[in-house]
């Protein structure tokens, strides 16, 4: 538990931790609760569905962001974040976005959006996995009293 927890006192994985925990749990309350223009739980599973996604998958990612993102946040168990946070994004990468290419579809010229900003998540993710959550987080508190 010590090693999950232990992480050094370093603002700048702090503020890697909590950009990439805020923009998780919006897009988790979306997809969850149906906040800041989402469709809700139900509507996000049947989106799936439609895609052809198993209904274990809808599930991972609602769960991975919303409560991945609120993890991050407050630092609390960062590195299980990074590690869902990183699954879920190389697996939207294969199953979804591979196809479109590597660009963001800025201009709609695209059939769908392509894999850059996946990309920039899991490389934030993957600092907070093997780094920890930095200054400021629960994990440091937690593994300082221990």
């Known amino acids: 538990m010590q090693k999950l927890l232990q992480t050094s006192n370093e603002f700048t994985l702090t503020f890697a931790r909590l950009l990439l925990g805020i923009v998780f ?3 988790g309350a979306q997809k969850l609760l149906g906040w ?23 599930y991972f990612a609602i769960f991975v962001e919303f409560f991945g993102g609120l993890s991050l946040i407050f630092g609390l168990l960062a ?5 869902g946070i990183t699954a879920e ?9 591979f196809r479109n290419g ?15 900003y996946h990309l920039l998540t899991i490389a934030v993710a993957l600092l907070i996995l ?12 937690i593994a300082a009293k221990t």
């Open 25 to 27: 749990f919006a897009h």
């Open 36 to 58: 800041f223009g989402g469709f809700g739980f139900t509507a996000t599973v049947g989106a799936f569905g439609k895609m052809g996604m198993p209904l274990a998958i809808a």
């Open 79 to 83: 590195r299980l974040a990074g590690l």
């Open 130 to 141: 093997v780094r920890g959550a930095g200054a400021l987080s629960l994990d440091r508190m």
């Open 89 to 97: 994004m190389l697996g939207a990468i294969a199953t979804v976005h």
């Open 102 to 116: 590597f660009f963001m579809n800025w201009y709609g010229l695209q059939k769908g959006e392509g894999f850059e």
